[in-house]
């Protein structure tokens, strides 16, 4: 890892490369690099509710082909479930970190998760129930963790966090708050993309890789803070201020995910 990137070469008047060009070119030195994607938002365009995102036909295709030239040094860091992401690509079964790392497919495919307690069950019924009143609020049952989506519903945003925080000092110490785009989740506090990423680059077939990370959210900082650390590169899709209004940590800018994808396209041919 002493060849650390130095990925602000180019600079726009933000102070962030913008060009996914440079991104292309870093990226096709394939023994180099160990790339961590986030799904939503990222890979994939954000759509009104969970369920409603479109995955390109071609895109599952195009990551295998990528993670064959890293020699398997490819996996998803996401906050779905691994089920769920599962069947966004099959028939491909990728190294995964779900529910922000509180569930893990190693590359042997060897598979750690928490599981939820049914105190937690019992909890999540009662935010449900609690929520249904709540018109244009969407409650995702993530198994051991439990979103709530206000997309549909900005107005509530408010009353939400205020649902969200109780149930949070009800689930106790082992359970946080994260904070996304339009969406709160409860989830396991042990649970960090970032020690994902940790993680998986002690594997074989990532380890000696430097980690790229890329994702486009708050939930994506933790990412971005183990690749700088790491020396390797961390990409955000997007603009450089965070919904909380702070910049990100993030080295590098893509201005959306249609354009990660051409670039991933690219690297696949």
């Not at 994607?37 to 479109?54: E, F, K, R, S």
């Not at 398997?72 to 860091?77: D, P």
């Not at 998760?113 to 009143?133: I, M, N, Q, S, Y």
């Not at 939400?160 to 994260?178: H, K, N, P, T």
Request: charge should be negative.
């Amino acid at each position: 890892m002493s060849q650390q990137a130095k990925p602000r070469e180019a600079r726009d008047s933000s102070g962030f490369t913008p060009s996914g060009a440079v991104v292309s070119g870093l990226l096709r030195d394939f023994d180099r690099w160990a790339l961590f994607l986030d799904i939503d938002g990222t890979l994939i365009d954000l759509a009104a509710t969970p369920d409603g995102i479109v995955v390109p036909p071609n895109l599952p295709t195009t990551l295998h082909t990528i993670s064959k030239k890293l020699g398997g040094a490819l996996a998803l860091v996401t906050g779905r479930a691994l089920p769920y992401a599962d069947r966004l690509f099959e028939p491909y079964r990728f190294p995964i970190a779900g529910l922000h790392g509180a569930e893990r497919r190693m590359s042997d495919g060897l598979i750690e998760r928490v599981t939820a307690t049914p105190e937690f069950e019992v909890l999540k019924e009662r935010l449900a129930t609690e929520a249904a009143g709540l018109d244009g609020v969407l409650i995702e049952d993530k198994g051991a963790a439990i979103g709530a989506h206000y997309r549909q519903a900005p107005q509530l945003q408010a009353q939400l966090e205020a649902l969200m925080e109780r149930a949070a000092i009800d689930a106790g110490s082992d359970f946080i708050l994260q904070r996304g785009k339009m969406v709160i989740e409860l989830r396991p506090a042990r649970a960090s993309k970032g020690e994902s990423v940790r993680h998986f680059l002690s594997e074989p077939c990532f380890e000696g890789r430097l980690p790229v990370a890329i994702g486009d959210d708050l939930t994506d900082e933790a990412m971005f803070a183990t690749a700088n650390a790491l020396g390797g590169l961390s990409i955000r899709i997007g603009e450089a201020t965070l919904p909380d209004g702070k910049t990100t940590q993030a080295a590098m800018l893509i201005s959306s995910a249609a354009e990660l994808r051409d670039i991933l396209a690219g690297l696949s041919r």
